[in-house]
Structures are given as structure tokens and as C-alpha cells.
Nanobody, 123 residues
Framework: QVQLVESGGGLVQPGGSLRLSCEAS????????MGWYRQAPGKQRELVAT???????NYADSVKGRFTISRDNARTTVYLQMNSLKPEDTAVYYC?????????????????WGQGTQVTVSS
């Protein structure tokens, strides 16, 4: 199976920065789209940003120009650099990834979520 583990959340003042990381582990054969989503209290989970295996990115309008998504060369770790943070960015941030993995000589698809990391923007 494939596991996703996020790190880097915390408390930051408005205007500050944080960098989230999400590392995938397991017998990964291919990794397609990796992304970040967030869920604030009382709200639905929403897209923040995604990045394809080819490096194409997509951002929610609310974070364009402030957040940057990137992947490492091995394409199994995704990052979210968050600058100029606002109180409305407060949420639990979740990593998502889809691709294929090996098990018992067969290739299987996966579409997994991490456990989430809390980001709180407050003075």
C-alpha cells in the first residue's frame, strides 16, 4: 500500500509563511497528480493546489500569487509554500496523491489521502 505523511503545519501570524511537506512511501510504480486540499471548521474540503507528474500546476483563486506547490525530483514528495498567510487560510490541510503501486507481482491503482496537518493563522 501507499502512505502519505504530512508535516509542517503550525501557528503563524497573519502575513507569515509556512511550508508543508507530504512524503509518499510504499512500492510506488508511478505517481500522477499530487495535491493539497484544506477543510476549515464547518466547511467542505476544498482544493488548494495540484501538480501533475509533468509539473503542471493548478491553484484555487484564493491562494494564487501567495502559495506555491512543487515536487521533488523523485516525484514522491510534494510541498506547499504558503506566504502572506491570512486568517481565512486557517484549516486542516490534507495531501492527496494518485498513481500505481506494486504488490505480489501485480500493479494496482491508488488514490490516497494523508492524515492532515493543522494550519492556524492568528495574531
Amino acid at each position: 500500500q501507499v502512505q502519505l505523511v504530512e508535516s509542517g503545519g503550525g501557528l503563524v501570524q497573519p502575513g507569515g509563511s509556512l511550508r508543508l511537506s507530504c512524503e509518499a512511501s510504499g512500492r510506488i510504480f508511478s505517481m500522477n497528480v499530487m495535491g493539497w486540499y484544506r477543510q476549515a471548521p464547518g466547511k467542505q474540503r476544498e482544493l488548494v493546489a495540484t501538480i501533475t507528474s509533468g509539473g503542471s500546476t493548478n491553484y484555487a483563486d484564493s491562494v494564487k500569487g501567495r502559495f506555491t506547490i512543487s515536487r521533488d525530483n523523485a516525484r514522491t514528495t510534494v510541498y506547499l509554500q504558503m506566504n502572506s498567510l491570512k486568517p481565512e487560510d486557517t484549516a486542516v490541510y490534507y495531501c492527496n496523491a494518485d498513481g500505481t503501486y506494486y504488490s505480489d507481482g501485480f500493479e494496482y491503482e491508488f488514490d490516497n489521502w494523508g492524515q492532515g496537518t493543522q494550519v492556524t493563522v492568528s495574531s
